[in-house]
């Protein structure tokens, strides 16, 4: 342990607010400006770029001990973080499922960092902006006045949160105290096999182990099969297992498919099971009218888990959860303490908290950015920006129909689409020209496994992708696919990509 200095005689005010306002302030409007600039001239970038080693190395550095200038600081910011970054806010990403965030968004987060409450509980009004967008996500997806919700990192926490909901339950709240090992049932979950990684480790992280997951056939647009799911259900009945609860998949990772939720609510009620609806994104297409009724049922949901900072475009990161029964939910979380005492006045005031309803205790004011977001653009605006994605998608998924030799691997249902560059080898091969695609900056799809063939997988999910993004994603697949069979040496194909 380094020995860390605590003479205040070279700092003799002791806080850390700038000793000059006037440079601070032109330093922060500087910073502000860098950030518009970035955002403006996103196009003029590649979508993501490999840091080199010695970039790299720079973050191996030692302890800072001795103070920086804030401007220095920054410049390290501008040399050797954002030159490379994730990429999601470039037209051209395509990967993985990932939102583009916004300005105003930005902006918030600023406030929310100035500002700095902390949302765990209390009574002011930062708490009051996330239960606004509590009630309007009610509203939204026609839950009850009585339910309530959170806001966490993601979708895999607010799976979580709901699967312990669902537990606690179906064993009883005394289970908080003695933990499932005490408790003779044997439960049971059933989920589509296209159901996200998070559900499955939700289940092992709520103490049921990821085998209690059954995994449902899927029909031909990769939904849950209704009649597969009620046989599995009664024969776990019939061999003393507990089925506890149904995931259904509003837009599923690999392929974007909607579970059929009035069927899924039908049977949760017939079997009397929970309902949680893993809504990460494609919940959101509520705010499209050509998506909204292939949600229908999503209102009969026990619990809703989906991103803000998916298809809403909210900066990173703004999970949410809904529970139907509020009461529920707060059971299952609340653990009273004498420090976390609450006073029907004061500061301590406006229980319950949102501490009662999650695992985290201190939390930051992700509502902001959402509400700012939700407001400066409005819901139909955001709304388009959805539609606008998917139409993006049926057009690649033309683009793909024209060519001979490109293939699509699965049915187009929102806005991801699956395809590859057919050849021999073609797993080995798509999976270079995703690599390479991703290494020129041009595009930046991701992979998966349609029914266990490797797949070029394109999400189109920010709000500033259009045509000339899809244009240019195959055309380079093309090229880099033509030049990887001719059997082109790394240079050559380089030179090809960028002709
Ligand atoms: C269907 C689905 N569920 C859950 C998740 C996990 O969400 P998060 O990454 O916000 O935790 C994702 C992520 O893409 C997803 O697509």
Known sequence: MPYLSSDLRSDPQGDLDPRDWPSFRAQGHQMLDDMFDYLETIRERPVWQPMPDAIRARFHGQLPLAPAELSAVHEEFLQNILPYSNGNVHPGFMGWVHGGGNASGMLAEMLAAGLNPNLGGRDHAPIEVERQIVQWMRELFGFP???????VTGTSMANLIAVLVARDHALGMDVRRSGVAAKPQRLTAYASLDAHGSVRRALDFAGLGSDALRLVPV?????MKLAALRNMIESDRSAGHSPFLIVGSAGTVDTGAIDDLDGLAVIASEQRVWLHVDGAWGALGILTPEIAPRLAGIEAADSLAFDFHKWGQVPYDAGFVLVRDGELHRKAFASPAAY???????????SPWPCDLGPDLSRG???LKTWFTLKVYGLEALGRTIARTCELSRYLEQRIAQSSELELLAPVS???????????NADRVNARIVVDLQESGIAAPSTTRINGELAIRAAIVNHRTGHSDIDALVDTTLAIGRALTAGLEDHELEAAYHD
């Open 145 to 151: 006045a009585t339910a309530s919700g959170l806001f």
């Open 219 to 223: 029909d031909a647009q990769h939904r």
């Open 365 to 367: 004011f992700r509502a």
């Open 414 to 424: 929102l806005n991801i689409v699956c395809f590859r560059y057919r050849c021999s």
């Open 340 to 350: 976390l005492e609450r006073e029907t006045r004061g500061l301590a005031g406006g």
